[in-house]
C-alpha cells in the first residue's frame, strides 16, 4: 500500500436534507429547546434534560437517554447563531454537571474526537428549506459508531415534527 493511500485525508460527516418547510421554521426547530426535546434523538431515545442557549458563548447541555436506559450526556457551546441562515456549536461528552469528560459513557469509539464542531447551514427556495450538515468527525468513523445513522434519524424526526 502507498503512503498516500495509508495517510488518505479523512472525511467529515456532511449531510444534506430538504424539509418541505420555511427557513425561518427550521431554523426555529433547531434554536427552540421546545423544539429540539421533539426531534434532537434517534428513533427510540428521549432527551430527559436539555438546557439550550442558542447565541454566541450560549451552552448546549443534554442527555440522551438510549431504549436501554444508558444516558449519554453532551455539552457544547455555540460558536456562530446567525439567524435564519446558520448555527455553528461544539459537542463533548460530559457528566451531568456539565464538566467535560474524555470517555462516553455508553461506550463511544476509543478514537472518536474529544470534542467536535458541527455546522448547520438553512437556505431556502420555493418555501422549502434546505439543511446542510457538517460534522468534524472522520464519516467512516461516525458510520461505524452509528453517530451518522443517528443524525439522519434525528432529521427525519424533524421531518415529522415540521410537518404537524
Known sequence: MSEATRTAPSRDVLITRVFDAPRAMVFKAWTDPEHLKRWYCPHGCSIPFLVSDPRPGGIVHTCIRTPSGKDCWSKGFYKEVV???????????????????????????????????????????DGKTTVTLRQTVDEALARK?????????????????LAR
Open 83 to 125: 439567524e435564519p441562515e446558520r448555527i455553528v456549536y461544539t459537542l463533548a461528552f460530559s457528566d451531568a454537571d456539565g464538566n467535560l469528560i474524555h470517555e462516553s459513557p455508553v461506550g463511544m469509539d476509543p478514537e472518536w474526537p474529544v470534542e467536535t464542531t458541527v455546522t448547520v447551514t438553512f437556505s431556502e427556495q
Open 145 to 161: 459508531t452509528g453517530a451518522y445513522p443517528s443524525w439522519l434519524q434525528m432529521l427525519d424526526r424533524l421531518a415529522e415534527d
